[in-house]
């Protein structure tokens, strides 16, 4: 069992940064694959950014790419999302996610945070 919960969420100009983090307890943090997801207003659940278990692959979404990166801390059990030059569109709940094995799908990924709201004004 892991338990993640994500922090760093809050308002910013566009243009303007933000670094998610997500703190995971529970056993072989190291073991996962971890993921972000984003569920803007009215719409799905999307795919954002993952990252394999050792850190080696990172794997983004295309709306994302250029702008975001995903990184892991082993050692301190914490996944982040480092968000640069963001945008209006970027707005959403940012959801962290871990899994057996890295993949841009949700039903891959059994354990998930509550989400952190990231609000990207014009």
């Known amino acids: 069992q892991v338990q993640l919960v994500e922090s760093g969420g809050g308002l910013v100009q566009a243009g303007g940064s933000l670094r998610l983090s997500c703190a995971a307890s529970g056993r072989a943090f190291s073991t996962y694959a971890m993921a972000w997801f984003r569920q803007a207003p009215g719409k799905e659940r999307a795919f954002a950014a993952a990252?394999?278990?050792?850190?080696?692959?990172?794997y983004y979404a295309d709306s994302v790419k250029g702008r975001f990166t995903i990184s892991r801390d082993n050692a301190k059990n914490t996944v982040y999302l480092q968000m640069n030059s963001l945008k209006p569109e970027d707005t959403a709940v940012y959801y962290c996610?871990?899994?057996?094995?890295?993949?841009?799908?949700?039903?891959?990924?059994?354990?998930w945070g509550q989400g952190t709201q990231v609000t990207v004004s014009a």
């Open positions: 996610a871990a899994g057996s094995g890295v993949s841009r799908a949700e039903g891959n990924y059994h354990y």
């Open positions: 990252i394999s278990w050792s850190g080696s692959n990172t």
